[in-house]
């Protein structure tokens, strides 16, 4: 039995799935704000050229790691796994994945010659987003042969492994909704 709730029309019961439809998103929106202020206060300055080595392997592992959990969740989607929910884990890997890279460039801009523009972490995510979006507005640059390297390394990342986890989660997103809308229909 339904009780019913303060305002009229709602009951308990809808509030409580209204609010199991709600919470994944809201912990889905925490992980992001929590990557991004992670990005902003961590201790990214012992990365550079005084450990470039270090800088690289962790940058490297990180973007390989990423890779590897959104293939996961595409070849999952594809196989149309039961219980998958590539919702909650694809933004926050391509999100985290943007973040590397704009350390990468962070790291890059404090080798003299490589980046110019590059002052400030704002900047240099500022510049991987104008890369992802292939905007490309001139105002910061890669000059050195190791800033174009990886300016062309996120492109190739960009479009094989966040291209195709954007796309499956369309795909299961539509999916979803398709069901959702004709429960008992044959495709």
Do not use: K
Request: net charge positive; with cysteine; glycine share 4%.
């Amino acid at each position: 039995m339904r009780t019913p709730s303060r305002e009229p029309g709602v009951t308990r019961s809808s509030t409580a799935t209204a609010w199991a439809a709600l919470w994944p998103w809201l912990v889905q929106a925490a992980v992001v704000t929590v990557l991004v202020a992670a990005y902003f206060l961590l201790p990214l300055d012992r990365l550079g050229p005084r450990r470039p080595v270090l800088s690289w392997v962790l940058i490297v592992v990180a973007l390989a790691l990423i890779a590897l959990l959104l293939l996961r969740q595409v070849v999952r989607v594809l196989l149309s796994v039961p219980d998958v929910r590539p919702g909650l884990v694809i933004p926050p890997l391509m999100c985290l994945s943007i973040l590397v890279f704009a350390t990468a460039y962070l790291t890059l801009a404090r080798n003299p010659g490589e980046l110019h523009g590059i002052a400030t972490r704002l900047d240099a995510l500022y510049f991987t987003l104008v890369t992802l979006a292939t905007i490309g507005y001139g105002d910061i640059t890669p000059h050195g042969q190791a800033a174009r390297l990886v300016a062309v390394l996120q492109i190739v990342y960009t479009f094989v492994f966040l291209t195709a986890a954007a796309t499956s989660l369309s795909r299961y997103l539509r999916d979803t909704l398709r069901h959702r809308g004709h429960p008992h229909r044959p495709e």
